[in-house]
Every structure is written in C-alpha cells, then in structure tokens.
T-cell receptor, first 114, second 112 residues
Framework: SQQGEEDPQALSIQEGENATMNCSYK?????LQWYRQNSGRGLVHLIL?????REKHSGRLRVTLDTSKKSSSLLITASRAADTASYFC??????????????FGQGTTLQVKP | KAGVTQTPRYLIKTRGQQVTLSCSPI?????VSWYQQTPGQGLQFLFE???????NKGNFPGRFSGRQFSNSRSEMNVSTLELGDSALYLC???????????FGDGTRLSIL
C-alpha cells in the first residue's frame, strides 16, 4: 500500500491564484520530494526537502515539512495555465537512505483556468 | 546532458506473452528504479538496481524481473503477461539516495 496520502485529490483555480496541496505519510523518512506529471508524460522533479529541513523555496514553489505531524505542503503562487498537471509527493525512507525506493502519494490533479 | 531514455514508448501485447522494456539513465546516474503507474493503484515501486545488483524490491510477483548492465542501462522483463499488467512503466535514474530521481517518459504497455 502507498504511504502518502494527498489532499485534495483535485483542485481547480483561476490563473493568478495560489494552489496548496497537502501530503501526509506514515513512517520515518529521509527526505520528501514533490514531482509534477503532465498527461501521458514522465515525472518532473520539483523540490526535495530533507527530514531536518522545515521549509524550502524554488521560484514560485514553497514546500514545508512537519515531521512531528508527518505532513508536507506544496504551495504554488501566482499560478499559470501551464501549471495544470498532477502533483505527487514521494517519500524516501529512513534506514534505506542510500536506495532509490520512493513511495508515492495518490496525487493531486490541478487545473488552472486561464 | 541527455535525459532518461525509455524504449519503446508504446507497446501492445497479448496475454501470455512476455515483454522487455529498456531504460538508459543520465550519464553518471548509477541507480535505476522502476515504477508501475495505473489509474487504480497509482505509482508503485517495482525494484531498484545499483552497480548491476538489485538493491531493493517492491511487492510484485516474480513475473516481473530486471537487470542492469555495466553502463547503468537497465531492462525490465515481464513474463506471462496478464490484462492487469497494462500500465505506464516509468524508470528513474539517481546519483545517490539524497538526490532527486530523474524520470523518463515511460513505456505505455497495453495488454489485449
């Protein structure tokens, strides 16, 4: 079974608005990553946040991590139509920090209307 | 530098057949992981190879296997195909465990 749970499952906003997606996980992690997937394509890495970090920024993206609540959030500010995609959180396990096994959430489908 | 290359992009097979998918990671990425993506189960980890050795394995039956070559290219094989094996198969390369994974565009496998 998948470890990550994402909320909401679907989100529809207008261009220029902010979009927030949440992710929860169950066990101790080494890092948490966010990926974007456009329809029928592979996953594009957005941000990796390590378990000892609380917040990270990259352009219009802001990720927070709360290990006490086992949760993370992804904020996309000033959204654009091109941000329309599915967004996934993925966790790398503590205890297997040198392996490539990622556990993905179910994803949030974001639609940004022009 | 070149991205992750997966071939073929699309494949149609019938039940009972076998299939081999290929993945070439970014140069220098010695770890290759495979994932299966379906509408019902989402993204599920299949296995990971590092230095030609399987380092981690997900909960898939033995019909799913893989290997890695000395140049880090990886193949996965699925034998005795079932309808439920229809999925997008993604591979990802990684430099080390605390770095992001870089994904190919996947192979869309359809079983008739």
């Amino acid at each position: 079974s998948q470890q990550g749970e994402e909320d909401p499952q679907a989100l529809s906003i207008q261009e220029g608005e902010n979009a927030t997606m949440n992710c929860s996980y169950k066990t101790s992690i080494n890092n948490l990553q966010w990926y974007r997937q456009n329809s029928g394509r592979g996953l594009v890495h957005l941000i990796l946040i390590r378990s000892n970090e609380r917040e990270k920024h990259s352009g219009r993206l802001r990720v927070t991590l709360d290990t006490s609540k086992k949760s993370s959030s992804l904020l996309i500010t000033a959204s654009r139509a091109a941000d329309t995609a599915s967004y996934f959180c993925a966790t790398g396990f503590r205890g297997s920090s040198n392996t490539g096994k990622l556990i993905f959430g179910q994803g949030t489908t974001l639609q940004v209307k022009p | 530098k070149a991205g992750v290359t997966q071939t073929p992009r699309y494949l149609i097979k019938t039940r009972g057949q076998q299939v081999t998918l290929s993945c070439s990671p970014i140069s220098g990425h010695r770890s290759v992981s495979w994932y299966q993506q379906t509408p019902g189960q989402g993204l599920q980890f299949l296995f990971e190879y590092f230095s030609e050795t399987q380092r981690n394995k997900g909960n898939f039956p033995g019909r799913f296997s893989g290997r890695q070559f000395s140049n880090s290219r990886s193949e996965m094989n699925v034998s005795t195909l079932e309808l439920g094996d229809s999925a997008l198969y993604l591979c990802a390369g990684q430099a080390d465990g605390n770095q992001p994974q870089h994904f190919g565009d996947g192979t869309r496998l359809s079983i008739l």
